[in-house]
């Protein structure tokens, strides 16, 4: 398996401008924010098949791949993803975890136990990489889900033309891959928003 990116040529809309590959890209993204928020019923039950969906409604319009797990190794920088052959496994296990932390929660959570699920189901997600592209936007969406599913607004980790909230974020991305979850907890926490306020 050797590491690849994507080349803006593989899109089903023939794009080759990389500026309106990401303009395309964000507007999937938009599409499914709007969804998770004016179509979606919560509570929802989660499963691997909800993450698929996810990314196959922000993806789908430009690449084939779009709600399939990666068959690669890709170039994340110093990051090296699991093989592309564990994906489905570690996806079940996730969702799983991720189940089982929530049984664990009382019936109405603090801030700070909401803000330790979100963080620990967003970095999870980001680390297993599950897609051949679009995994963050994806990890983001779906935090977004279980923040709605508990009662809270969006959470905006970071906004793109922000560089500093950007390297805010990837240093709580790479201590929780040291097993310190708390900098991503704070960045999340920070976010929480009832709805309605």
């Known amino acids: 398996m050797g590491h690849y990116t994507d080349a803006p040529e593989d899109n089903l809309l023939g794009l080759t401008d990389k500026a309106a590959l990401n303009e395309q ?5 938009a599409r499914v924010e ?3 928020l004016e179509e979606f019923e919560y509570p929802v039950e989660l499963s691997v098949a909800l993450l698929q969906d996810l990314h196959r409604r922000a993806f789908g319009h430009l690449y084939d791949w779009a709600g399939h797990w ?3 190794v890709p170039n994340v920088g110093a990051y090296l993803p699991p093989p592309a052959h564990r994906v489905p496994q570690l996806l079940y296990e996730f969702v799983d975890e991720l ?5 664990r929660l009382p019936e109405v959570p603090t801030d ?3 803000a330790a699920l ?13 897609y051949t592209n679009g995994n963050g936007r994806t990890a ?3 935090t977004n889900l279980l923040a709605y599913n508990y009662g809270y607004q969006d959470v905006v980790l970071y906004r793109r033309e922000n560089g500093a909230g950007r390297t805010e974020y990837l240093q709580a991305i790479r201590h929780a891959d040291a097993h310190e979850p708390g900098p991503l907890q704070a960045l999340i926490s920070a976010q929480l928003r009832p709805l309605g306020t």
């Open 34 to 36: 709007r969804y998770l």
């Open 140 to 142: 983001r969406l779906f």
């Open 99 to 103: 189940r089982h932390r929530q049984s």
């Open 25 to 29: 890209e964000a507007l999937g993204v």
């Open 70 to 72: 990666r068959t690669q």
């Open 112 to 114: 700070a136990q909401v």
């Open 118 to 130: 979100l963080a620990y189901a967003h970095h999870r997600l980001v680390a297993i990489h599950p």
